[in-house]
């Protein structure tokens, strides 16, 4: 294995529509896949500084997010480095806080784990009503980034097993 201590990290608002893709993405990784000692799977909410502890504790980091604004259809996922995320980033008031703000804070105490984000276009910003259900293309669009993170993590030598393998 390529690091000690890996996160996977869904964040995202599940109240919110598309916003919850990165807790569905995990929430499924959890159900269908046993991970290996060092691999953590966690669905971190809505992020801010109340994860900030979590990027002392690992060396690598895939964070599963909706982005907004990439010019690519509802539903197609990327791999992308945190800061070409920073201004697809959904944000829903002066309040919230991106993930490039939050592992930039880290990086002020040292703690600076390699991260990517695997990103999934949303359809809408803002639903007319808080609701969890995905639009059709962001729920499409699932599996397809639960693939990426397993492709992401066999790339750090890492092997999820399927729990239906065993």
């Known amino acids: 294995m390529k690091y ?4 996977v990290m869904g964040i995202g ?4 529509q598309d916003e919850g893709v990165g807790p569905a993405v995990v929430e499924r990784l959890a159900a269908e896949y046993d991970f290996p000692d060092g691999v953590t799977v966690d669905d971190s909410g809505t992020m801010g500084m109340a994860v900030l502890d979590l990027f002392g504790q690992y060396d690598y980091m895939i964070v599963v997010d909706a982005v907004d604004g990439t010019g690519e259809e509802p539903g197609t996922v990327m791999a992308i480095a945190p800061e070409d995320i920073a201004p697809n980033t959904v944000l829903h008031s002066a309040h919230d806080m991106r993930f490039i703000d939050t592992l930039e804070n880290a990086a002020l105490i040292g703690w600076e784990p390699d991260a990517i984000v695997v990103g999934v ?17 962001v729920a499409a669009a699932v599996p397809i980034a639960v693939g990426a993170v397993i492709d992401l993590l066999n790339e750090a030598g ?6 239906s393998d065993q």
């Open 158 to 163: 890492v092997y999820p097993t399927r729990k």
């Open 121 to 137: 276009q949303i359809l809408e910003m803002y639903p007319e009503e808080l609701t969890m259900e995905l639009t059709p293309p």
């Open 13 to 16: 608002n599940p109240l919110m």
């Open 4 to 7: 000690e201590r890996i996160l």
